[in-house]
């Protein structure tokens, strides 16, 4: 009898260590970014087709679009634990994966820095790297401390477009993760004055008349180039489209805030305002 009980208790730190591991689908490319930054990515059961970096995790079982999750496809993978960014959805599943028994848990979207390394410290402490998330958070500090700052008196006008299907151009207002991001790079945008994204028309680009219009890399490739972009209804006739100042950049680094945060401010900060100068 005691033979047994002193088995069972060798057998509790093992178990415990399991619990604190547990198998995870991830939903949202930030979170499964923020994951692997961890070392966590041996916990990963399934990822969202969002989830593009780094290049292992799109050699992961697929559950589909973040917003457009169906139950089924993410049971059958026999997570522990739902890891979903605020996009992810729609909300009735989300309620049937919590009535199947799977733990969920939605990170908050915030647009800032602070967000980060709160959801940093939060995937840690989910997946059971405490540790790991606070020497991530630490290195995170000392990169955004060390990015470099715009330069004095430079603020370029800066229009983004939302450009991944061909006929519906978006262009960013304020409430975005692009907004967001040219106010940390020091630029001014554009459409600022106006909440979320809104559709591109000729006489909001004119209006708007930016210095620069930047883009996703993969919006430049559903557009066909710069060329193709500046087809789109009045982009040729603005300061950038007659100067052919376009700035195209890796849409999970530019729009994710994720682990690469910093690196994502200082690219583009780089980016525009070397153009702008």
Same mark, same amino acid.
């Given at each position: 009898?005691?033979?047994?009980?002193?088995?069972?208790?060798?057998?509790?730190?093992?178990?415990?260590?399991?619990?604190?591991?547990?198998?995870?689908?991830?939903?949202?490319?930030?979170?499964? /970014?923020?994951?692997?930054?961890? #070392?966590?990515?041996?916990?990963?059961?399934?990822?969202?087709?969002?989830?593009?970096?780094?290049?292992?995790?799109?050699?992961? *079982?697929?559950?589909?679009?973040?917003?457009?999750?169906?139950? /089924?496809?993410?049971?059958?993978?026999?997570?522990?634990?739902?890891?979903?960014?605020?996009?992810?959805?729609?909300? %009735?599943?989300?309620?049937?994966?919590?009535?199947?028994?799977?733990?969920?848990?939605?990170?908050?979207?915030?647009?800032?820095?602070? #967000?980060?390394?709160?959801?940093?410290?939060?995937?840690? /402490?989910?997946? &059971?790297?405490? !540790?790991?998330?606070?020497?991530? &958070?630490?290195?995170?500090?000392?990169?955004?401390?060390?990015?470099?700052?715009?330069?004095? &008196?430079?603020?370029? !006008?800066?229009?983004?477009?939302?450009?991944?299907?061909?006929?519906?151009?978006?262009?960013? =207002?304020?409430?975005?993760?692009?907004?967001?991001?040219?106010?940390?790079? =020091?630029? !001014?945008?554009?459409?600022?004055?106006?909440?979320?994204?809104?559709?591109?028309?000729?006489?909001?680009?004119?209006?708007?008349?930016?210095?620069?219009?930047?883009?996703?890399?993969?919006?430049?490739?559903?557009?066909?180039?710069?060329?193709?972009? %500046?087809?789109?209804?009045?982009?040729? %006739?603005? *300061?950038?489209?007659?100067?052919?100042?376009?700035?195209?950049?890796?849409? %999970?680094?530019?729009? #994710?805030? #994720?682990?690469?945060?910093?690196?994502?401010?200082?690219?583009?900060?780089?980016?525009?305002?070397?153009?702008?100068?």
């Amino acid at each position: 009898m005691k033979r047994r009980s002193l088995l069972g208790a060798a057998l509790l730190p093992a178990f415990a260590h399991a619990q604190a591991q547990p198998r995870i689908v991830s939903v949202g490319g930030a979170v499964t /970014e923020t994951v692997f930054a961890l #070392g966590a990515q041996g916990q990963l059961v399934g990822v969202d087709t969002t989830s593009l970096f780094p290049v292992d995790a799109t050699r992961l *079982p697929q559950v589909g679009y973040a917003r457009t999750l169906s139950a /089924e496809g993410v049971l059958a993978l026999k997570p522990q634990l739902l890891l979903a960014s605020g996009e992810a959805g729609p909300p %009735l599943v989300l309620t049937q994966l919590k009535g199947a028994g799977l733990r969920v848990e939605v990170m908050d979207d915030q647009h800032r820095f602070d #967000g980060v390394l709160a959801r940093t410290q939060r995937i840690g /402490e989910l997946c &059971g790297r405490e !540790r790991e998330a606070a020497q991530l &958070g630490d290195r995170l500090q000392q990169a955004w401390a060390t990015r470099p700052k715009p330069p004095a &008196g430079s603020a370029p !006008r800066v229009l983004f477009v939302l450009a991944h299907a061909a006929g519906q151009l978006r262009v960013a =207002g304020e409430g975005t993760g692009a907004h967001a991001m040219l106010t940390l790079a =020091g630029a !001014r945008n554009a459409f600022a004055g106006v909440q979320g994204y809104k559709p591109l028309t000729a006489e909001s680009a004119l209006q708007a008349a930016p210095d620069i219009i930047l883009c996703t890399d993969q919006g430049l490739a559903a557009q066909g180039g710069a060329d193709g972009l %500046l087809k789109a209804p009045g982009l040729a %006739l603005t *300061p950038a489209g007659r100067a052919r100042r376009v700035v195209g950049m890796e849409a %999970l680094l530019l729009l #994710g805030f #994720g682990p690469r945060l910093p690196q994502a401010v200082a690219e583009l900060t780089r980016q525009l305002h070397g153009h702008a100068a």
